[in-house]
C-alpha cells in the first residue's frame, strides 16, 4: 500500500504446520518515519484503555488508533526514553532529567505535566534519562542510572545509587538490580536484597523478568542469558536454542500468551519460544522486520506483538487465524496453483513448483519445473502438473514427462469409472490413460480453443473459453473424441468472463448472466437454485467443494464458503478481498477437510472457516476529534479524542456553525476494511452509503438542535457499532431572546415615541395653523399699516420736498444774498479803489491833514478783510461751516484760497469771482489751477462735487 503500509509476511513454523505438511506466516505491518513523522527510534510502548497504541519516541510521544498517527512534543523538545500508562490512566513518560505525564484537558486535548519540580531539590539534576518506568499499587517508579524516583499521593522520593541497570514489576512486586548489591524487592519503603550480587555472573546486566509459575522467575541478562530464579536460588536456564540466543544480545523478554514468550535482541530480532526454552519462530530482517535492532516491545490487547525499531515500527499479528504461506521470501511471487500431496504442500507460481520439507520446515523449488505453474492434480496417487509448455507427473520426488506433442496444460480430469484422463490445453483436449505405475500419452485430441476450465459429464466433455464460449465433446464408447460443438447461447455466454467448474457428477456454468446447473435428464443446463437467496445471485471465477460438501468460491475477488450444515449464511472472508490472483490464477486447495489454501498477490493464503472471525479484542469505536469553524483561519477544537465523551449537549455560537467529526474504529489489521455511515438528525434526510471515510463535515449549519451519528461495520466479523454526540447550534444574535427583548422594547419605546411625536406633530399643526392665521393677520394688518406708512410717507415726502424746495429757494435766496453782497463788496472795494486813484492825482493835496484823514478813510474801506470775514462766517452759517470744515481737513489753505472756494461753492462764474475778487480772468484760472494743486486733483474733477463729497465724509 502506497506510502502508508509496507506488507511483508514472516515464516512461522509452528507444531501445527508441521504436523498438516506446510508452514504460515503472519502479517507483518511496517511503519516508517516518515508515515509516522516522528523520529527514527521508538523506545517504548504502551497501549490504554481504548486501545489506542503509544510509543516513546525520539521527538516526543507517539500516539497511533490503527489510521491516524499524532505526536506530542516535550516542552523541553527532548527524547522520550520510557513510558507507563497507570492505572489512573495516566501516561507517565521519561526523558532526559525529565520525567513527568500526559492527561486529557477538558476538551480530550493531551497536555503535559512535568513531575520534576516534585523531586527533592538536592536530586533535581543528579539524574540523566529515565529509561524504565513500572507501577506496584498505587505507586509509580521512575529509574535512571543514578536515582529511582517513587511517586505516590502527589510526592515523590528519591532512592540513590551508583548504578541502577534494571526495573520491573513481577507478582505485584517491585524489583530493581544494583551492579553492587544485586537483585533487589521494594518493600515498605525499603530496597530488600533478593538474590545477591555474589549469585550473578560478573559485569552483568539485566535487561528482563519474567514469572513462570507463583514460586519461580526468569531473569533474562544482556549477554550471559536466562536464568530461574525459585526460593531465593538462581540457575542457568539453557538448551542449544537458548544457547543460539544469548549471542544476539537479549534486551528484553515478555509474555505473549500462555504458552509463548517473546525474546528481545538487538542483534538478530526477534525470537518465539515456548516455556521449555524451543524457539518456534524467529522474527528478524530477512525474515519481515524492517531491521534486526529492537529497541522496544509490547503485546496488546488481542496478542499483537508490537516492536519499536532503530528506525521504525513493526506490527506482527500472532493471533490471526487466517495465515499466508510464502514459498520464497527473497523472491517474492503471487501463488498460481497449490496442491497438498502425500502430506505434503505443493506450491506453483511463475518460478515452479515449491514442495515444502517438514524437516527443515522450509519450501524448496522442484528442478525440472521452472516456469509458470498452471494446473496441479492428484489423481490415483499421482500429482501432475501442467506447464506453459509440458505435462508431468510427480512421484516419490521423481519429475517425469508425459506428452510428446507440446502444449500448455490446464488441469487434469479423471473421466469417471475409468482410468482415462482429459487434459485442457491451450488447444483443445488432451487424453491419457493412467495405472499405480505409470500415465500413458493417448493419440486421442479434441482441437478447437485453450480449454481453460473442463467438466466431465457421462460421455461428454464440457470446456469453457473465457470469452470465446462453451464447447462440448462427445466421446464414443472408448472415450474417444468423435464431434465438438460451440455454445454461444446469448441466455447463457457472456462476453467475457465465463467459467465452468465440476460439481459432483454434472458442471456448473457461471456467467454475468448469471449461474446455471447441467440437467443431465433434460440433457441442457438451467438456472442453478440454492437455499442461500444470497448464494443463488451471485456468479463465480472459482468454484469447488470440501469433503464436507461445502461449497468454496470466489465472487468478484472475494472469497467466500456456504457451509453445508447452515447453507443460508455465507461466510465471508473479507481481508482477502482485493488480495487475491486475477481470475486466470485462481485457486482454492482444500486441506484438512475444509480448510483451504488460496492463490494470492503475495504468495497463498491459509483460511480456516472455523474461525473466519478474526480471534481478537475490538477495538473502541470513538470520536478522535471533533473541531468547529468561523472562517478558514479561526477554528476550535471541541473535543480531542483522549478522554471521555461528555453525553451533555455541546452548545455552539452561531458564528461557528461549521463543524467536522472524525471518528474511528481502533484496529490494527490494515488489510481489514471497516467501512462506516453517518446521520446528523436534524439535518441529514437518511444514513449514507458505507465507506471507508473517516471524517465529515458540515458547513453553515442553521440554529437548531442535532444530534451526529455515525456507525462502523467490521466487514470480517459484520459486528456493527454506534457513536454520537449531540449539540446545538445557538440562533444568531439576532434571534436571542434578549435581541427579541431589546427589539420589543425599542417597539414599545419607538411607540411611546411615535405618540409622543404624533401628539407633538398634532400640536405643531395646530400652532402652525395659529401661526398661519396670526401671520395671515399680521401681513393683513402689516399691509394695513403699510398703507398707512406709505401714505404718511407719501404725505411727509410731499412735506418734506416741499419743505426741501423751500429750503432750496432759501439757499438760493440766501446764496444769491450772499453772492449779491460780495458783489456789492467787490463793487463798494472797486470803487473805493477807483476813489483813491482818483484822490492821488492830487498830490497837492497831500499835505493836507483833511486830505490825509480822507484817503485813510478810503484806504480803510479798501481793506474790507473784516468785511470779508463777516462773509465768510455768514456763509459758513448758511452752508452749515463749510469753511471751518474745509479749513479742518485742509489746514493749509489761505484766505484768498477760501475766498476762492466760498465763491465755487455758491457756483460763481469765473468772471464773477474775477469781478469780486477783483482780478483778471485769467488770475481765476490761475487761482483755480493752484487750489487744484494743492487739493492734488486731476482736471477731470468738478470742485464742486469734490467740496461735496468732502463735506460729506466729514459729517459721516
Known sequence: MKNLLLLFFLQIYCALGSAQGFSTADNIFHFTKEEYRGGSQNWGIAQDKMGRIY??????????DGRNWELHPLPNQTIIRSIFIGKDDKIYIGSQEELGYFYP????????????NKIPKEKQSDFADVWRIESVGNSIFFMSNRQIFKYEKDKIEAFSSENWSFLGAVNNKMFAYNDNIGLLYYDNNHWNTYIPNAQFPAHIQMTGILPINEETLLIC???????SVSNGKMSPF????INEITKQNIYKILPISKDKIAIITNFSGCYIINYQGKILTQYNRTRGLQNNNILSSFVD?????????????DLIETRNPNKNIIPDFINMQAGNISCFYQGHMFLGNSSGLYEFDSQSQSYSLIKGTEGPILGLNVIQNHLLIGTVKSAFSYDNHVLKKLNQRPTGFWNFTLIPNTNIIVCGTFNGLHFFKISDKEILELSKEAIF????????????????????????????SNFTPISTIHIQDSKLISSNQNHLFQYDSTVILSSNKGSFIWNMGKNSFEKWTNTSSTFSKLNFSFLQLDSLKNIWFINNKKIGVLPKINNSNIVWFNEFQGRIQNEENQNISIVNQNKAVITGDHGFYYVNPDVAEMQQDAGQFYFSKIAIQKNEKLDSILFGGYSDLQPATQSIKHDFN??????????????????YSYYLEGYDRSWSTWSERTEKSYTQLPKGKYIFKVKAENELTGKIQEISYAFSILPPWYETWWFY??????????IVQFSRFQHHRYLNIQRKKLESQEKEFTIKRNEVDLQHRLELEQKNKSIIELQNAKLTNELKTKNATIATNAMALAKKSEAFIQLKDELQQYPEMGNNSQFKKLLKKVESQIDNQSEWDQFLTHFDSVHDNFIIKLKEKIPTLTASEKKLCALLKLELSSKEIAEILNISLKGVEVARYRLRKKLNLGQDINLNQYFHQLIEKGES
Open 238 to 241: 539453557k538448551n542449544e536454542h
Open 741 to 750: 427583548t431589546f427589539c420589543f422594547l425599542v417597539l414599545v419605546i419607538a
Open 301 to 313: 490487547k488481542s496478542q499483537n506483538l508490537w516492536l519499536g525499531l532503530d528506525n521504525g515500527i
Open 55 to 64: 510509543f516513546a519516541n525520539n521527538d516526543g510521544l507517539l500516539s497511533f
Open 658 to 675: 461549521s463543524i467536522t467529526f472524525a471518528y474511528q474504529l481502533i484496529h490494527f489489521n490494515k488489510l481489514l476494511k471497516i467501512k
Open 449 to 476: 480453443e485453450s480449454a481453460r476450465y473442463v467438466g466431465v459429464v457421462n460421455h461428454s466433455i464440457f470446456a469453457m473459453h473465457p470469452y470465446k464460449g462453451l464447447y462440448i465433446t462427445k466421446l464414443d
Open 221 to 227: 541478562t544482556l549477554t550471559n542469558g536466562l536464568f
Open 105 to 116: 484537558n477538558k476538551q480530550g486535548k493531551l497536555v503535559y505535566t512535568s513531575l520534576k
